[in-house]
């Protein structure tokens, strides 16, 4: 019964052979997926929020703060990893009514522009699951940086979607659950290892 989210894959260079590794620089990170956490909440029966999450959640960040706007973010979250604490609601959000996870494994977030607003981030990408693809915009915010094993920094983001935008409709034409999803993503990425 709920939600998703979001967001895959780093820009690299277009003329690179098929399986050449890209240098990772300075401004380049991977998530952090032990550290990372992807929740969603959901009204049900109209009466109370449900929440849930993903547990599997990678992907790579790329983010130079005196020149955001040529960075990129992609995120893959497992579909599988759908975690609500009963199974047979697992196995059913994972089923056609939702998911179709079988055919569509993953949710994916590609970003396509970033712009600094203030202390945040306004970064715009699309949104894939279950088959259904659309361009969102959404509100980052750094929480913080640390070192331990590595230079670590951290990115926040709450924000809003209808899952019937992508073809999940069951449960709201009765109320029994909400089309309105508001995902808490949280990223902790670490600065990726330059390739020798």
Not at 98 to 103: H, R
Not at 149 to 161: H, L
Request: net charge negative; hydrophobic share 40%; glycine share 8%.
């Amino acid at each position: 019964m709920k939600a998703l989210l979001l967001l895959p894959v780093l820009l690299a260079p277009i003329a690179l052979p098929r399986n050449a590794e890209v240098p990772a620089g300075e401004h380049d990170w991977s998530v952090d997926p032990v550290h990372s956490s992807v929740v969603f909440k959901v009204k049900h029966a109209n009466a109370s929020w449900f929440q849930g999450m993903f547990d599997s959640i990678n992907g790579k960040v790329s983010i130079d703060p005196a020149k955001p706007e040529a960075g990129s973010v992609s995120l893959t979250i497992a579909v599988d990893s759908v975690d609500t604490n009963d199974k047979k609601r697992d196995d059913h959000l994972k089923g056609p009514d939702f998911f179709n996870g079988k055919e569509n494994p993953n949710i994916t977030f590609s970003s396509s522009k970033i712009a600094k607003k203030g202390d945040k981030f306004e970064v715009t990408g699309d949104l894939a699951m279950a088959g259904k693809s659309k361009s969102i915009t959404i509100e980052v915010e750094k929480t913080g940086e640390g070192e331990f094993f590595g230079k670590r920094v951290g990115f926040a983001s709450t924000f809003t979607i209808k899952r019937s935008d992508f073809g999940m409709t069951y449960g709201v034409d009765k109320n029994a659950l909400g089309d309105e999803v508001t995902l808490s993503i949280a990223l902790e990425v670490v600065q990726a290892a330059e390739k020798k």
